[in-house]
């Protein structure tokens, strides 16, 4: 079982940084993929971008490739997400999860484990 705490969301301004913090619980978290995915009213989740269990690789939807930086620190349980250049059309609820994949990284039915979500709302 892993319990996952999001943190760091709030409101910017347009061309503004958030950076967003997940936290996980357990002692198993170097086994898991971690992802971020995200959820603007009334659409789909969203893949936005994940990290391989050593994060040595790393993955990004095309919508926020250049601007986003995803990275964790296994030492302390953590992943973060490094978000620059904010546009309006990145706010929405941003969720971090963690899964046992192999492929498909981007598919959210593939993870397992899931955070409550945190509120990101960019302003024009």
């Known amino acids: 079982q892993v319990q996952l705490v999001e943190s760091g969301g709030g409101l910017v301004q347009a061309g503004g940084s958030l950076r967003l913090s997940c936290a996980a619980s357990?002692?198993?978290?170097?086994?898991?993929?971690m992802g971020w995915f995200r959820q603007a009213p009334g659409k789909e989740r969203e893949f936005v971008a994940a990290?391989?269990?050593?994060?040595?690789?790393?993955y990004y939807a095309d919508s926020v490739k250049g601007r986003f930086t995803i990275s964790r620190n296994n030492a302390e349980n953590t992943v973060y997400l490094e978000m620059n250049s904010l546009e309006p059309e990145d706010t929405a609820v941003y969720y971090c999860?963690?899964?046992?994949?192999?492929?498909?990284?981007?598919?959210?039915?593939?993870?397992?484990?899931w955070g409550q979500g945190t509120q990101v709302t960019v302003s024009s």
């Open positions: 999860a963690a899964g046992v994949i192999y492929i498909d990284y981007g598919d959210h039915r593939k993870y397992n484990y």
């Open positions: 357990g002692r198993t978290f170097s086994q898991y993929v």
């Open positions: 990290i391989s269990r050593s994060g040595g690789s790393t």
